[in-house]
């Protein structure tokens, strides 16, 4: 690259472009890092942004979806459905789905800060949300872990994750699992909050052998 300058420009660039390339190793090794919290897919995230789609191709069934977007990270899929939010507190109420390949997901039990990772952090108001918080349940599709708040009034506000097997139709070619991270304030309680992921969210799916 210096080779297009004449020689004394190049000699005063030289240091600067060293130090830029430092920078952008050190990024890339970062990025690498398997003892980092970075998401597995971050340069795809990156690169790649959502479009809005039909919300029939949503992979569950979400009746009252009022947005749905994807985007292709290439070992996953991943959408972003956007719920109805009438209560006052700030921020959407939000469904995010990754269809995962072998090479992005492991078939075993959700880890909090490895969900947060992958889905760029907690959502208000769970912003210091730690594993502690976290109560689990399980129904016919398996188990959900969720966390609750209460900002004020009848304002109930959860934070659930949940991987399943399935979703409410098929999921793209190559995906083994379909991890989701729900955000959803409302005016009630904490089974109206959680219904979104609930059973009915995979009624075309096939529920888990043995159940």
Same mark, same amino acid.
């Given at each position: 690259?210096? &080779?297009?300058?004449?020689? $004394?420009?190049a000699?005063?660039? &030289?240091?600067?472009?060293?130090? *830029?390339? !430092?920078?952008? *190793?050190?990024?890339?090794?970062?990025?690498? #890092?398997? @003892?980092?919290?970075a998401?597995?897919?971050?340069?795809?995230?990156?690169?790649?942004?959502?479009r809005?789609?039909? !919300?029939?191709?949503?992979y569950? +069934?979400?009746?009252?979806?009022?947005?749905?977007?994807?985007?292709?990270? %290439? #070992?996953?899929?991943?959408?972003r459905?956007?719920?109805? +939010?009438?209560?006052a507190?700030? @921020?959407e109420?939000?469904?995010?789905?990754? &269809?995962?390949? $072998?090479? #992005?997901?492991? +078939?075993?039990?959700? *880890?909090?800060?490895?969900?947060?990772?992958?889905?760029?952090?907690?959502?208000?108001?769970?912003? +210091?949300?730690?594993?502690?918080?976290?109560?689990?349940?399980s129904?016919?599709? $398996?188990?959900?872990?969720?966390?609750?708040?209460?900002?004020?009034?009848? *304002?109930?506000?959860?934070?659930?994750?949940?991987?399943?097997?399935? @979703? %409410?139709?098929?999921?793209?070619?190559? &995906?083994? !699992?379909?991890?989701?991270?729900?955000?959803?304030?409302?005016? $009630?309680?904490?089974?109206?909050?959680?219904?979104?992921? @609930?059973?009915?969210?995979?009624?075309? %799916?096939?529920?888990?052998? %043995?159940?």
């Open positions: 690259m210096l &080779a297009c300058f004449p020689l $004394g420009i000699r005063k660039l &030289a240091p600067s472009c060293a130090a *830029v390339l !430092a920078m952008l *190793v050190l990024s890339a090794c970062q990025m690498a #890092s398997p @003892g980092g919290s998401s597995p897919t971050e340069l795809a995230e990156a690169l790649n942004e959502y809005v789609v039909p !919300a029939a191709r949503a569950i +069934n979400v009746p009252n979806a009022l947005v749905v977007m994807e985007r292709d990270l %290439g #070992s996953a899929t991943e959408q459905v956007t719920l109805p +939010n009438a209560t507190l700030s @921020g109420n939000t469904i995010l789905l990754r &269809a995962q390949s $072998g090479r #992005s997901a492991n +078939n075993t039990r959700l *880890v909090l800060q490895e969900v947060l990772a992958q889905f760029g952090g907690a959502p208000v108001p769970f912003s +210091n949300i730690t594993d502690s918080a976290l109560t689990a349940r129904d016919t599709y $398996g188990d959900m872990t969720y966390t609750v708040a209460r900002p004020g009034g009848d *304002v109930t506000c959860v934070l659930a994750i949940r991987r399943a097997h399935t @979703g %409410g139709r098929a999921l793209p070619r190559g &995906a083994s !699992a379909l991890d989701m991270m729900m955000r959803n304030c409302v005016s $009630g309680s904490v089974e109206q909050a959680l219904a979104p992921l @609930g059973p009915t969210a995979f009624g075309l %799916g096939m529920p888990r052998a %043995g159940l």
